[in-house]
């Protein structure tokens, strides 16, 4: 068969998404591709019925999309559906489901306290997944607690087999081991690591290190995209320089890192606090594509909302005391009730030279929703009270 021959379809990794702009969604590579008109109306044709001819993609469109493998073609038909909901505006792209608040850690910056046995349903989960899909979502990150240690694990892993959306567990590494990635349907881990030995330690207890490590190298050697996370605190500012070398020698595609805020368990580990300056520092090392704030001239949070382990709907998970809703009532509407922020709306921010790249940095750590990020502003070098 001919490289420019054959019945056309969008290949199993991408999806179609008619978000704030048409595009197609790449989930394996994370990546948008807006999409004029005429591109969106000549790829809903390519349903695996149509010749690449009958189709009729413009010629070095199609071209593009066959060499980056956003389109595959075949000998014969292979029908497939075409699922394409509107979303809603602003757009919900990322979920985070606090599946389980069950932990093997004590960790001593953990925001949401101790460990509880409070699990989020299998078949809200099922439904949320749903939903999340048909409202156009790109990337479902599973975390907790330990997200492996919910009760039915396997039943949710099943869940995601076919779900085509970007699939990312969040994780300690305890759990991952050989067989565990084996059977695992995510397109990426993430594996928190704050620190070398003595620093990551100081927050997550003897022993988690090197299983930490082992974890992140089993990722990768089981073909799926690595990422870390990183936590500033006092016990691990002097470690950035070698814990950078290990994370790139790790093969981690994206490391972020972020300062903590004093709530939960750090509230009672006040010792581990930092300055805005020190946690700027640190996080000049992070580096990789994926962000879930704000953009558009807008505040952080623009497009992402995180689901509790105990059915609340927030914002995100600093803000599950001041709730937008519950699960059952459905994802779309409790995003509805989401009041998004203009970076104009923020005191100090909106004649800020640096917002416009800083997004206006997290509103939780900014303490005053309105007020500005201590950490974002050393980052950039400007002191708040500049930007009143």
Request: proline fraction near 6%; charged fraction near 20%; glycine fraction near 12%.
């Amino acid at each position: 068969m001919s490289d420019r021959q054959g019945y056309v379809r969008l290949a199993r990794r991408v999806s179609l998404r008619l978000l704030e702009e048409p595009y197609l969604y790449d989930r394996w590579g994370d990546e948008l591709y807006e999409l004029n008109q005429d591109a969106l109306e000549g790829l809903k044709r390519c349903r695996g019925h149509l010749t690449l001819e009958q189709a009729g993609l413009d010629p070095e469109f199609a071209a593009y999309c066959l060499e980056e493998g956003l389109l595959e073609l075949s000998e014969s038909p292979w029908p497939m559906p075409l699922a394409l909901g509107p979303s809603p505006s602003p757009s919900l792209r990322y979920l985070e489901l606090q599946i389980t608040w069950r932990c093997n850690l004590a960790c001593a910056h953990c925001y949401l306290g101790p460990a509880a046995k409070i699990d989020l349903p299998v078949e809200q989960i099922a439904a949320l997944l749903r939903e999340f899909e048909a409202m156009g979502g790109l990337r479902v990150m599973l975390s907790g607690g330990e997200p492996l240690m919910h009760p039915w694990w396997d039943e949710i892993n099943a869940l995601l087999a076919a779900l085509p959306v970007r699939r990312v567990l969040l994780s300690n590494g305890l759990l991952l081991g050989v067989k565990m990635l084996e059977r695992l349907n995510c397109d990426e881990v993430q594996i928190s690591l704050d620190g070398l030995e003595p620093g990551h330690e100081r927050l997550r207890g003897k022993g988690s290190f090197g299983k930490a490590v082992a974890a992140a190298r089993a990722v990768k050697a089981s073909g799926r995209d690595l990422s870390i996370a990183t936590m500033v605190h006092a016990g691990n500012l002097d470690q950035f320089g070698e814990l950078d070398r290990l994370v790139r020698s790790l093969g981690a595609m994206e490391w972020g890192i972020d300062a903590p805020s004093l709530s939960g368990r750090l509230a009672a580990n006040p010792e581990l606090a930092v300055s805005p300056e020190q946690a700027a520092s640190a996080m000049a090392h992070a580096y990789g594509g994926a962000y879930h704030g704000g953009g558009g001239g807008m505040a952080c949070g623009q497009h992402l909302a995180t689901v509790a382990a105990d059915g609340k709907v927030a914002q995100c998970g600093f803000y599950l005391d001041d709730p937008l809703g519950w699960a059952e009532e459905g994802l779309w509407t409790c995003w509805e009730r989401r009041r998004p922020l203009a970076i104009s709306e923020l005191r100090g921010c909106s004649k800020c030279e640096a917002a416009m790249d800083c997004g206006g940095g997290c509103r939780f750590r900014a303490g005053d929703p309105l007020g500005p990020d201590p950490v974002m502003c050393a980052a950039y070098g400007i002191t708040p009270k500049e930007t009143t």
